[in-house]
Nanobody, 126 residues
Framework: QVQLVESGGGSVQAGGSLRLSCVDS????????WGWFRQTPGKEREGIAS????????YYADSVKGRFTISRDGSAKTMYLQMNNLKPEDSAMYYC????????????????????WGQGTQVTVS
């Protein structure tokens, strides 16, 4: 059973930084596509970062490009999202996700491409 657990959220002032972690405590050795999503009440879930661990390719939404960095430590079974220069509009619940199969680059920010999800961690920027 795959279980993803996020942590690292919190409250920060605009311009500050946070690092989110997503620990994989289950059987996801075959997952090579991972992503971060966020959602605020009343809005659609937004895919913001994705990583393909086979070659290390990373993908970012325009809204976070240049400020956020996605990475994964396979030995620690942990994925990270380093968030710098945070803005109030970054406030959201952040979710990590993993896919059993590879994902086309054009589909990396679509939630239905992922099979496993964490419970989320709240980020508030004021």
């Amino acid at each position: 059973q795959v279980q993803l657990v996020e942590s690292g959220g919190g409250s920060v002032q605009a311009g500050g930084s946070l690092r989110l972690s997503c620990v994989d405590s289950g059987y996801t050795y075959s997952s090579n596509s991972w992503g971060w999503f966020r959602q605020t009440p009343g809005k659609e879930r937004e895919g913001i970062a994705s990583i393909y661990t086979v070659d290390g390719s990373t993908y970012y939404a325009d809204s976070v490009k240049g400020r956020f960095t996605i990475s994964r430590d396979g030995s620690a079974k942990t994925m990270y999202l380093q968030m710098n220069n945070l803005k109030p509009e970054d406030s959201a619940m952040y979710y990590c996700a993993a896919s059993r199969a590879g994902i086309l680059p054009s589909r990396r920010f679509q939630g239905e491409s992922y099979d496993y999800w964490g419970q989320g961690t709240q980020v508030t920027v004021s």
